[in-house]
Each structure stands twice: as C-alpha cells, then as structure tokens.
C-alpha cells in the first residue's frame, strides 16, 4: 500500500440549525458524508479511454461497466473496462476481495486516488456498486463535458450507519410510470439510498396486476377524479389511472437490483382497500358497493375476517412474493376504521367464535393470518405502527410514523424498526412558506430539519440496535404530477441520506450545504425537477424597509434596477433595503463565486397584494395548500385553504388611500374524508344569493365593508377574479375574508387580495 501524507482527517460536529455563512475549506463533493476519508497532496487526471481493470468475477464487471456507462452519459469520458486477467497494471482498478478482513463489510468500501492510479475494493458487490458511487461524485463536481477529469487524492474507508435507507413511494394515490420509477430508483441509488417502499394499493387505486383477481387492476385501477377534473371537454367522464403489469414489475425490480435497491412493496389491509371492494365487493365489511374513490383522508371501507377473503388476500400475497424477493412484505394495517366491523353482524360472530375481546383484537388476529402466510414462504411481515395494537405479530418489524413514540416502544419491546415518522419525515409537508411551493401540507419540514433527524434519539443503547433505519414517506395525494414528486423529494432526500449513511459527527451546516451545490448541478444535469427552496432569496417587510434572506444561510447578490444579479452586483450585508420608489428588486444566492439559486424577484408596490399563503388562518385547524383542478391544461393555482373554516385575515392592512379590493378566488371539490372530525367544520355565513358571496369585513366580527357574489365565478372551474369598492373605513384595519353559502362543497378559496387606491 502507498504510504501517504495526509493533512486532514476530516471529522466536523453536526449543527442541526442554520449558522451566518461561511467560506467552508474545500471539500470533496461527496453526498452523504464517509465515516473516514483523508485528503493527500496531489491529484489523479482521468482521461478519455483510460482502462479500467475489474477483479472479482461478473457482478463486479457487471458494476464496473454500470459506472463507465453513467460516466459517460454525465461527462462524456470513456473507459475501456476488462477483467484483469494477463493484463499490465491499469490507472483505474475495480476489486472485489471477500476474504480481506481490512475492508469494512456490507456495503462498506475502501477507495484510494493518488496521482497514478485509483483503487476501489471491497468485500461484496454492493460495497463495490457503493464505492463506485462515491468515484462517480468525484468525478462529476462538474456536469460538463471533458476528456480529462482532475480528481484530487484521497483515501476514504466507508460504511453506512443505518441498513434501511428508504423512501416510500405512493403510486395509489397517483400512478407514476414505469420509465419514472426507474429514474427515481436511480437517485436513490446515487444517494447510496437502498430501499424503495413502495405503496401499491389505497382506496384511490390499486397499481398491481394480480392474475388470479384480474379485476383488482380491470376496475380498481381507475377512478373518476373530483371536481372539474373529472369531466373532459366533450362532457364525458375522465378515467384516470394505470397499473403495472407483472412484466412491468419484474424489469423495475431487476432494473433495482441492479443498483442495490431493494423494493418493498406494500399492499395496505385491512384499511385502505375501498379499490379492492369496489372491484370485489364481496370483500368489504358492509353491504355497499363502493367506487374506487377520489377522496382523500381516512376511510371506512374495510374487508370482512371471513376465510374467503383471507384466502384470496393470500393469493394477492403469494404473486406478489412471486414478483419481489424482498426479505420483508409490507401489509400496511394503518388507519383501519372499525365502524364498519362494529355494525355488521357477521363480523361480530366471527370475533365470538375466535374469543376475541374487541375489534382491535381482530385485526391482531388478521394481520397474525398473513403473518403465517409470509412466513411459511421464508418473508418476513412489515407494518405501520398500528399492527402492534390488540396483540400484533411478536416478530413483526414496525414501520413507526404516528410520530417517533411508536418505534420507541417497539424497539424496547425486541421488534426491528424502521422510523417513518410524521411529520418528521413526511415529505408531503412543505419545505418553504414561498408563494410558489406547490401543494402539500405548510407545516414546514426544511432541509435543516431532515439533515438533523436522528434515528434513534430518545432510544438507550439497548432499543437502538433493533433500529433498521429510517426512510421518508412521499404521500402523492397532493403530488399530482412526478415534477412534483421530485420537488418534494430532492434536495430533501440527499440530507436524509447524510443522516442516515454517516456518522453522527458529521460535517456541519454550512459544509453540507457547499457539498450541496454540485448535487444541484447533477441534479439539474439528469432532468430532475430539484427544489430550490432552500437557495430562494426570500424578501421580508420591516419597519425599516425590505430585508433578505435564504434558508440555507449564503451570500446573496441583488439590483434594484430590475436587472439579473451577477459577480459584480451588491452583496447583501444585513439590515434592510430603502430601494427607491417603483424599484425592481433581484436578488440571488451565490458561492465560490457563481450563482447558486434561482433569481428572485419583488415588483414594486407588494405591500398592498398578498397571495393566500401570506394571509393568516382564522382558526387555522386543518390548513392544506391545495392545487386547483383546473384547468386542464396548464398550470393550476395553488391555495392554502382550512378545510374546516376556510377564513383568511389581512392583519395590519395598508388600507390609507385604499378604496377598492380585488379578490381572485377558486373552487375546489370538497373531496376529504374527515370521519369523525367533519363535526369540525364551521358552518358558513348564510347567503344573500343563491351562489354565495366573498365577504369583507373590519375584522371577523365587525362591519362588512364588501360583498362580491360569486355567481359568475360559480360559472369558472379555474381562477376568477371578483372586484368591489370598500363601503366605509375600515378601523380594525385587519380584513377578513370568508365565503357564505350552504353546506361546504364546493370549497371556495382565495388566490391572492389586491387594495387599490382611489382612482
């Protein structure tokens, strides 16, 4: 082995909160983090057609060639890979040893670079695919073409924290395409992520072909979606869907295998299965014959216990087994309504002839049976945390998401666990409060939050053994197209893995956010639909005038003459800005002297506009962003709405000088499945007219200063605008806006309030 003379051994303690930006030294770009890596003098030029030699028999020519190829779609430099046998020395060589007990086991690695040659080895396969990963993000710090590639020395010896490295993919809610999950598992896998959970049955779709229940796929596959959405331009219904067929199944999984990502799929029982009875009704509790439903929240269709129906939702397991070599099968077993068990009468016989207590105890008994099947066909049962309820399988591993509690308790109680908590790691919740995030849920979960998330805080040492690791959870109800998807998912998914692949002492904020930037770049690169939230200039009004900031803490250049910021525009240096007058405001992130995000914009005179987002909740109980459903073509408004008192107030509005509003408002399908909580929503003011009005008032309980009738907005699936004159003075000077009408559906909503001055 060269001997080697190293400066750094590089260790910094993880910051979980956003610290002043700083030039951080230059690191590697390397996402996630190693456990060790030593940075040597020199560098190593990987040039175009270097040979790369491979030892280790044809999985690991198999991973070398993989890593040629993406090479070359990323920087255009190409290698000639071989098996080493009767060749000379190479600058490149790829080596599995499995006996060499100096190498880190699993997917651990060592790679060498120093000015004459690279060395990657490990002891198995994915060790090696792993290793490679790392070789590839040296190398690819930039996403431009070369024919010679600098890499500077280093020596780094790896291995992950954490087993399970997931993320959980919802293809019920909205189906995604085949080509689409192949490239989310590719980023995964560059990610050095390893699990893909994936969600293939809900009350809104089933996305499985099973062969023996062909209409699992024949009719809950499909759904009429709510609202506008449902009916195209001719008036006729929209059939909306898709499944995959066992064929589709089969590449993804070998697609997945193939870059050592394991999937795990999920068929969610005895909950969540109103598209199993709308294709089958005699699976369901009750007597109904439901649609494959276009709801959201939680339902109360739920199959019945009798002997019919647990043998075929073990026909379902037995292809599914069939389809995914997965040591763990995913059965789902939350947010299982039991009204449905309580009213019918054969149920209720059923549990006095197994002697069970109550409903709980039944789906203890339930989810024992598929238990059973599993096991007898060497898989192991995975379920939420509810499965654990009325006596759950004492072997079973835990999916912990009603928060960390749940995982806590299973661990100490000897189950292996897989924290999936929300709303930590629920990547439906948004990761800025811009106006421009899509939908999802505005309780912020920010980059900042998921790097600092720790698998086993609140565990003794004891507990924290049994953790498998973590994942987050991409919940598609308000992700309607995979752009979306990736907007939620990436950069998030990068700080997931820095958290669940490297050691607790970490590299800290700020250079895990210059690591970032090149990640970015690749992103970019591979047509992925990245969020720049985290880089976004946000503006904010003072007292003082416009101030700046951006989450992750960097350097930010601006104009105020309304042209783009470059390395010679201002840098922002704290307090506020007292632009002129009508000034256009442009601002950006930058580092090492380029931009990093997007550019941002103020227009003049934004004190007297507010979109919905920048408005307060009256009461604030169940708050959503929402996309609208139309049109269909095009893009949607977005608009955060309170599903149980949809009630926006202005406070402190600007209203000297003001004599009219302007009110962009849209309609939405009120298609949530609250259950027992629709005893939550607030009735709305009665309507002076058959379509309802928007009302203004001084304050929620004051004098009504203006009403717009709805009906000619009742008319547009898509954005209205309404506009009215202000009929007095306003004295609380905070306007609050809600809806009359009767009932709740549709669910009006606001787009954005304008004040306009007296003409």
């Known amino acids: 082995m060269r001997r080697w003379s190293v400066f750094g051994v590089l260790f910094v303690a993880a910051c979980s909160t956003n610290p002043p930006a700083r030039a951080p030294a230059p690191l590697p770009p390397l996402l996630p983090w190693p456990a060790r890596i030593e940075v040597g003098h020199g560098h190593f030029v990987l040039r175009d057609g270097a040979r790369l030699d491979v030892a280790g028999g044809d999985e690991a020519l198999g991973i070398a060639r993989a890593f040629s190829t993406r090479l070359a779609r990323d920087r255009g430099l190409h290698l000639d890979v071989a098996a080493t046998a009767g060749r000379e020395a190479a600058p490149l060589v790829f080596e599995l040893r499995s006996d060499d007990a100096t190498l880190p086991e699993g997917e651990g690695y060592r790679l060498v670079v120093d000015g004459a040659h690279v060395e990657l080895a490990a002891r198995e396969p994915r060790g090696l695919f792993r290793g490679g990963t790392t070789l590839w993000q040296l190398l690819t710090a930039q996403m431009t073409a070369s024919n010679a590639i600098d890499v500077a020395a280093v020596r780094i010896e790896d291995r992950p924290r954490f087993e399970w490295r997931g993320a959980m993919l919802d293809s019920a809610r909205h189906f995604q395409s085949p080509e689409f999950i192949k490239r989310f598992i590719d980023e995964l896998a560059l990610l050095k992520l390893d699990v893909l959970h994936w969600h293939l049955t809900d009350d809104q779709g089933w996305r499985i072909q099973i062969k023996r229940h062909p209409r699992l796929t024949e009719v809950g ?77 939680v339902h109360s269709y739920i199959l019945n216990v009798d002997e019919s129906t647990i043998a075929f939702m073990q026909d379902v397991l037995d292809e599914v087994i069939e389809l995914f070599p997965s040591k763990y099968i995913h059965i789902g077993g939350d947010e299982a309504v039991k009204d449905q068990w309580k009213a019918s009468s054969g149920v209720q016989a059923r549990m006095r002839e197994l002697g069970l207590a109550d409903e709980a105890a039944l789906q203890g008994w339930f989810i024992a049976r598929m238990r059973e099947h599993l096991a007898a066909r060497g898989r192991r049962l995975v379920g939420w945390d509810e499965i ?6 004492a072997d079973a591993a835990v999916m912990s998401w009603r928060g960390t509690k749940g995982g806590i308790d299973a661990a100490k109680a000897g189950h292996p666990v897989v924290m999936a908590p929300s709303p930590d790691l629920y990547f439906d919740h948004l990761q800025s409060d811009a106006a421009d995030e899509p939908s999802g849920r505005p309780d912020l979960r920010t980059l900042a939050d998921i790097v600092a998330f720790d698998a086993t805080a609140g565990m003794d040492a004891g507990a924290a053994v049994r953790v498998l690791g973590a994942q987050a959870n991409l ?110 405001i442009r601002a950006a992130t930058w580092l090492d002297g380029r931009r990093v995000g997007d550019i941002a914009a103020r227009l003049p005179d934004t004190a007297h506009r507010r979109a919905s987002s920048e408005l307060a909740q009256c009461t604030g109980k169940l708050v959503l962003r929402l996309e609208d459903d139309a049109p269909t073509q095009g893009p949607r408004a977005f608009y955060d709405v309170d599903l149980f008192d949809p009630c926006w107030i202005w406070p402190h509005a600007p209203l000297d000088d003001v004599a009219r509003i302007r009110v962009a408002v849209g309609q939405l399908p009120y298609n949530f499945q609250l259950y027992k909580d629709v005893a939550n929503i607030v009735p709305r003011p009665a309507p002076a007219t058959a379509a309802g009005e928007l009302l203004v008032r001084d304050g929620c309980a004051g004098p009504l200063l203006a009403s717009l009738p709805l009906d000619r907005a009742r008319m547009n699936p898509a954005v209205s605008v309404l506009e009215a004159q202000l009929s007095q003075r306003p004295r609380a000077r905070d306007l609050c806006l809600l809806f009359s009408g009767e009932g709740h559906d549709p669910l009006w909503a606001i787009d954005t309030v304008e004040l306009l001055p007296t003409p």
Do not use: C, K
Request: charged share 20%.
């Open 221 to 297: 596959a499909w759904r009429r979606p709510a609202g506008a959405a449902g009916t195209d331009a001719n008036g006729m219904p929209v059939r909306y869907g898709g499944f995959y067929t066992q064929d589709e199944v089969r590449d993804i999984v070998r697609y997945a295998a193939e870059r050592y990502v394991t999937i795990v799929p999920e068929i969610d029982m005895p909950g969540h299965m109103q598209a199993a009875i709308a294709a089958y009704p005699e699976l369901g509790a009750s007597a109904d014959e439901p649609v494959v439903s276009a709801d959201w929240g």
């Open 475 to 584: 919940w598609t109800e308000h992700m309607r197209t995979t752009a979306m998807v990736e907007h939620a998912a990436f950069p998030r998914l990068a700080a997931l893995a820095e958290a669940l692949w490297s050691p607790r002492e970490a590299p800290d904020w700020s250079r895990f956010v210059a690591r970032l930037v090149p990640q970015m770049e690749r992103w970019r690169a591979h047509g992925i639909a990245a969020a720049q939230s985290a880089f976004e200039v946000r503006f904010s009004d003072t007292a003082q005038g416009i101030a700046l900031s951006n989450q992750v803490g960097l350097p930010m250049r601006y104009t105020l003459d309304g042209r783009d910021p470059d390395a010679r525009a201002a840098i922002y240096a704290g307090g506020a800005l007292t632009p002129p007058a009508g000034a256009r």
């Open 388 to 393: 654990l309820e009325g006596g759950g399988p």
